[in-house]
Structures are given as structure tokens and as C-alpha cells.
């Protein structure tokens, strides 16, 4: 049960880091006598991330303090009604206060007896496929970036597939280079993915191609760049995203730097202020996926190269709201360059 608890002594980076590693979710704080005293879910790293909480806080000050749970004597009846009434995934099992065990929703035939989530449908999805990969050459001068494989599969492939675990989806494939070797490719495929394409004759950006589906799209859409794996709840981004009346939302990855030497303050033309010794520092990178409402699609310009970035700029300039999901690091993974290419085929084929 070691990987589903932390010290109280830990701080939220810590915590964030062991919910990674455990890939739940979750992570139960216990004290100096193993009593569980709090829990900590990635929604609460989320929500301290939004509200630009310290990441070197202690995990308690995120903690839910008062989580559900269940003594060892528990009866099925009991779990059943736990998870009907409430909306959780996984409830620990305590003797005298001391984890003894974990019950997860998934493992149990609710079947009939509660109301899911209604899934979303008919959910648009563009995927920016025109690009020429110029840093994975030379392996892009044979195949476009979209059609590297990751496993058994294409990348193409491996996104189109985590979005229809959420929900059906429409994709809209953008294309330019080597458009025609993407066509073929998945044309075996026209069974599984709804797919259309939007033709760039010349290269466009990462936002200019998105002009050719004004007035063709009618709700809010994803859009993703086809190098990169966001493994996350594509309908909480989806509904966060509506919740918050959002133009635009940003889906940001949480990247861990350490310095691995000592960084020079200085000051006054050279003279040394102080000196940290291989600081930790916490950043928020743009991961490539996003959720566009329709209307802000008539900003970009036409048939211009124009990128994604210069259109959230030109919806904050017209007083649009632009806003930013968290995921942990190890949400996010990138197949766009070399390093990050071997770390994803480690993700899949281990």
C-alpha cells in the first residue's frame, strides 16, 4: 500500500509526484502513527496550481481533510450506497484510522443502479497535421511527423484513439506536407475514425488553417498539435472549459526543472547578492491542446501563416477570456523530437 500514501511532512510537489507514480489519482496523507489524515486528488493539485499556491507548501494545506471511508467490517451494501451517493472513484478501507485497503468504483456492478456521467457527442477535433517535423529529420523526410509510430500504431493514430475513449468525435485533419501519404494511410481506417481534411496549399501555422472551418463548426472544438499525448479527462477539460465561459482554454503541463548548480544572485555590475545552491523551479508549459469556441475563429486573418498563439493574443486584445487547465507531468507526453520521441516509445512498449 506504500504507493498510495505520503508523509504529512511532504510538500505538494512531493504529493504531485506520487499520484504520478501511482497513476490513481489520488494520494492519502498519513501521520507519524500511520493514521490517514487527509487525501489529496489531482483536482486539488489543479486547483492550487489555478490559484498560485506554492508548490513547496505543505500537502495538508490542499488536503480534503474530511474524504470518505470505510471501517474493514464494511458490508457490499454499504460500499454500493457510498458510491451511489457519491461521486468517487476509489473509498479506503481504515482499522483504527490505519489504511488496511482501497475499494475502487470500477470493480463493482453498479449497472443500473446509478446514473452515469452523460458522455459528450459528436465532439469536433482538428488536429494540426501539416507540419514538416523539421526536428525529427531526417525520419520526417521519408514519413510526416503525424505517421511515426508509437507502438503498433501511427501518432496519428494513438491521439485519434485517447479522444474516442471520451467521447465520439469528428476529426478534421489539417494537411499539407506529405498530405497524400497521410490520405492513403488512413484510408484503412474510414470504419474507425470520422474523418475529414482541411488542405493547406501553403503552409499556415499553427493557428491559419483553422479559417477554413469557420462556419463549419458549431460548439465549442479541441484542437491539438499531432506530436503530442495529453492522457488526461478530455470531458473535464470539455466541461471546464464551458463552466468557466471561456473563449479559449489552454491544456498546460506542469514541468519540474532542478538546476544541478549552484545560481548567482548578483547585483550593483558584478557584486554577488547571494547564491542558491541547485534550486527547483516549477513552470506551466503550453502542452499543444486547446478548446476553441467557434467565434473566435473569425479573428484570423485568411490565407495568411498564422499561429495559435498570435489568435490568443488577438482574443485577449478584443476582451476575450483565455484560460489554462492544469495536468501533472507525467500527463504529457511530446513525440517531437528525439529525446521525448524514445521517452513516449518507453511509455508504450513498457
Known amino acids: 500500500m506504500n504507493k498510495y500514501f505520503i508523509s504529512k511532512t511532504n510538500n505538494i510537489r512531493e504529493s504531485i509526484k506520487k499520484?504520478?507514480?501511482?497513476?490513481?489519482?489520488?494520494?492519502?496523507?498519513?501521520?507519524?502513527?500511520?493514521?490517514?489524515?487527509?487525501?489529496?486528488?489531482?483536482?486539488?493539485?489543479?486547483?492550487?496550481?489555478?490559484?498560485?499556491?506554492?508548490?513547496?507548501?505543505?500537502?495538508?494545506?490542499?488536503?480534503?481533510?474530511?474524504?470518505?471511508?470505510?471501517?474493514?467490517?464494511?458490508?457490499?451494501?454499504?460500499?454500493?450506497?457510498?458510491?451511489?451517493?457519491?461521486?468517487?472513484?476509489?473509498?479506503?478501507?481504515l482499522?483504527?484510522?490505519?489504511?488496511?485497503?482501497?475499494?475502487?468504483?470500477?470493480?463493482?456492478?453498479?449497472?443500473?443502479?446509478?446514473?452515469?456521467?452523460?458522455?459528450?457527442?459528436?465532439?469536433?477535433?482538428?488536429?494540426?497535421?501539416?507540419?514538416?517535423?523539421?526536428?525529427?529529420?531526417?525520419?520526417?523526410?521519408?514519413?510526416?511527423?503525424?505517421?511515426?509510430?508509437?507502438?503498433?500504431?501511427?501518432?496519428?493514430?494513438?491521439i485519434m484513439d485517447e479522444y474516442?475513449?471520451?467521447?465520439?468525435?469528428?476529426?478534421?485533419?489539417?494537411?499539407n506536407y506529405k498530405a497524400n501519404l497521410i490520405k492513403a494511410y488512413l484510408e484503412d481506417f474510414v470504419d474507425m475514425y470520422d474523418i475529414s481534411y482541411v488542405s493547406e496549399q501553403i503552409p499556415l501555422g499553427t493557428g491559419g488553417a483553422l479559417k477554413y472551418l469557420e462556419g463549419k463548426i458549431e460548439s465549442p472544438f479541441f484542437v491539438s498539435n499531432c506530436d503530442i499525448l495529453i492522457k488526461a479527462n478530455y470531458t473535464e477539460i470539455y466541461n471546464d472549459h464551458l463552466s468557466k465561459n471561456n473563449d479559449i482554454t489552454i491544456v498546460a503541463s506542469l514541468i519540474h526543472y532542478k538546476v544541478p548548480y549552484g545560481v548567482c544572485e548578483i547585483e550593483n555590475g558584478g557584486e554577488l547578492k547571494g547564491m542558491i545552491e541547485k534550486p527547483e523551479y516549477d513552470f506551466l508549459v503550453n502542452a499543444g491542446m486547446y478548446i476553441l469556441n467557434p467565434d473566435v475563429l473569425k479573428l484570423i486573418p485568411e490565407d495568411e501563416f498564422y499561429n495559435i498563439t498570435d489568435l490568443i493574443d488577438s482574443v485577449k486584445s478584443s476582451g476575450g477570456k483565455v484560460g489554462v487547465f492544469p495536468v501533472s507531468e507525467n500527463s504529457y507526453s511530446d513525440s517531437g523530437q528525439w529525446e521525448e520521441y524514445r521517452n513516449m516509445l518507453n511509455t508504450f512498449t513498457n
Not at 490505519?98 to 458522455?119: A, M, P, Q, T, Y
Not at 471520451?166 to 485533419?173: D, G, L, V
Open 95 to 158: 482499522e483504527n484510522g490505519c489504511l488496511k485497503g482501497i475499494l475502487f468504483r470500477k470493480d463493482f456492478n453498479l449497472s443500473g443502479k446509478v446514473i452515469l456521467e452523460k458522455k459528450l457527442s459528436d465532439v469536433s477535433v482538428v488536429i494540426m497535421a501539416g507540419g514538416k517535423g523539421t526536428r525529427m529529420k531526417p525520419f520526417t523526410n521519408i514519413l510526416p511527423k503525424p505517421l511515426i509510430p508509437v507502438g503498433d500504431k501511427s501518432m496519428l493514430e494513438v
Open 164 to 175: 474516442n475513449l471520451h467521447f465520439q468525435s469528428k476529426f478534421h485533419i489539417s494537411v
Open 19 to 93: 499520484i504520478d507514480n501511482n497513476g490513481e489519482g489520488f494520494i492519502f496523507i498519513i501521520n507519524d502513527d500511520d493514521i490517514v489524515i487527509g487525501l489529496v486528488t489531482d483536482g486539488d493539485f489543479r486547483r492550487a496550481i489555478l490559484n498560485e499556491v506554492s508548490l513547496d507548501e505543505n500537502c495538508m494545506s490542499i488536503a480534503n481533510k474530511d474524504f470518505k471511508y470505510v471501517e474493514s467490517n464494511y458490508t457490499e451494501r454499504e460500499i454500493i450506497n457510498i458510491f451511489l451517493q457519491w461521486k468517487i472513484d476509489h473509498l479506503p478501507v
